[in-house]
């Protein structure tokens, strides 16, 4: 084992040479920009494969997908900057720089979900359904693109002795994000300091592939449009407020020093099941009348 190793200790599985890139013909592709790529093909296959099958226009997504996807890098890299400004006030330029990393996913998914809108009153097409059509490819992207953060050792989370703990050379991550608890328990193989840490980027990918699950499920069974855009939200929200607790790379609120993400899951998560709540409430008196 070497620094480019990955270690699952109490699941009996080592990754030897995994590596942050690959090189073709001379040019340097990360696997992270690799992994993002294939999550964003795959959703929007997604996407105009729902579109198809429920007879809407296909074009009409592809159209959408293709400046959601802009409009979402865009709406990543704003959010990030925004809440690390300490970091590129002294150097503008580097705002520009997304290859030297700094993309938050939940910049993407509210630039995402402002352009949708926008292109649903432009088009004048029901929100709701787009939402609806949307989301599952959403989470397809989701799913894969934390894998991107699996191989760049990055976003994972404090020190934690559990099952599915993940071991990583310590001078293969960046070292403010390494928490003092990791340090005390840190150990040493073949000349190697290793730490121990929360792998959140398998449990959010894990807990959005159950929502995905869910979410498919529930299409024969939504009562309105956009509940399920709505249940992602919610359920989305929920699992990311409890996963950023996990985070030691959080991206804080100025001033009350609360960690962004997980306030505005809860705000969504919150504000997304009461609609459900109040919209089945109201098809229901309807449905009595």
Same mark, same amino acid.
């Given at each position: ?18 590596? @942050? ?5 001379? $040019?340097? /592709?990360?696997?992270? +920009?690799?992994? *993002?790529?294939? #999550?964003? !093909?795959? =959703? ?44 590129? @006030? ?5 705002? $520009?720089? /997304?290859?030297?990393? +700094?993309?938050? *996913?939940?910049? #993407?998914? !509210?630039? =995402? ?44 989370? @404090? ?131």
């Amino acid at each position: 084992m070497n620094e480019t190793s990955i270690l699952f200790p109490h699941l009996g599985i080592t990754l030897e040479h995994i590596g @942050k890139s690959v090189t073709v013909f001379g $040019f340097e /592709i990360a696997y992270y +920009g690799i992994v *993002i790529a294939l #999550g964003m !093909l795959c =959703g929007v296959s997604l996407i105009l494969y729902l579109a198809r099958k429920s007879g809407q226009n296909e074009d009409q997504y592809l159209d959408l997908c293709l400046l959601t996807l802009v409009c979402s890098v865009i709406g990543a890299r704003v959010y990030y900057v925004v809440f690390s400004w300490e970091d590129y @006030k002294g150097n503008l330029l580097e705002i $520009f720089n /997304i290859r030297g990393g +700094g993309l938050a *996913i939940y910049g #993407g998914v !509210l630039a =995402g979900i402002l352009t949708v809108w926008i292109y649903s009153r432009r088009k004048k097409l029901n929100f709701g359904l787009l939402g609806d059509t949307v989301v599952p490819g959403l989470l397809v992207g989701q799913i894969m693109g934390r894998w991107g953060n699996f191989f760049n050792r990055e976003a994972f989370g @404090k020190y934690t002795d559990n099952l599915f703990a993940m071991a990583l050379p310590r001078e293969a991550v960046r070292q403010g994000e390494i928490t003092a608890e990791a340090l005390e328990h840190m150990y040493v193989i073949d000349g190697v300091e290793w730490i121990q840490v929360h792998p959140t980027f398998l449990y959010e990918s894990l807990w959005n592939l159950a929502l995905l699950i869910l979410i498919l499920w529930y299409g024969k069974r939504k009562k309105f449009d956009g509940e399920q855009f709505l249940l992602y939200l919610t359920g989305y929200g929920l699992g990311r407020a409890w996963i950023e607790g996990f985070r030691t790379d959080q991206l804080l609120l100025p001033a009350v020093g609360l960690p962004v993400s997980q306030v505005l899951s809860v705000v969504l998560a919150a504000g997304s099941l009461i609609i459900i709540t109040i919209k089945r409430i109201q098809r229901k008196e309807r449905t009595k009348k």
